[in-house]
Nanobody, 128 residues
Framework: QVRLVESEGDSVQEGEYLRLVCSVSGLTFADYAVGWFRQVPGKEREGLSCISLGSSYTYYADSVKGRFTISRDDATGTLFLEMANLKVEDTAIYYC?????????????????????WGQGTQVTVSS
């Protein structure tokens, strides 16, 4: 059974830092492009970032570029999202996701139809 489990979210102040962790099991993690989405109630799910097989390529949405950093540890099947200088508009439910096997990380990452597996989501709240 494939499982993607995000770490517990948090409530932080604007400008602060938060790291999300996603633990993946039930598949060969190294064979998947993985990344993050977020969703605000009433809005479409937004593709934020992905990292390719072998960590050779990363994609960031304009809304988070320069503030968020994605990384992966294939040895442990873990995906990370470091979020710096958080803004109120970053408040959302954050989901980790996997595409594959041998899926791509590219500018098409935000297309939810290409995602094979999803985490259950974790709430991040940023207050001013």
């Amino acid at each position: 059974q494939v499982r993607l489990v995000e770490s517990e979210g948090d409530s932080v102040q604007e400008g602060e830092y938060l790291r999300l962790v996603c633990s993946v099991s039930g598949l060969t993690f190294a064979d998947y492009a993985v990344g993050w989405f977020r969703q605000v109630p009433g809005k479409e799910r937004e593709g934020l970032s992905c990292i390719s097989l072998g960590s050779s390529y990363t994609y960031y949405a304009d809304s988070v570029k320069g503030r968020f950093t994605i990384s992966r540890d294939d040895a442990t099947g873990t995906l990370f999202l470091e979020m710096a200088n958080l803004k109120v508009e970053d408040t959302a439910i954050y989901y980790c996701a996997a595409r594959g096997p041998f899926g791509s990380c590219s500018d098409s990452w935000p297309n939810v139809g290409n995602i094979n597996y999803w985490g259950q989501g974790t709430q991040v709240t940023v207050s001013s």
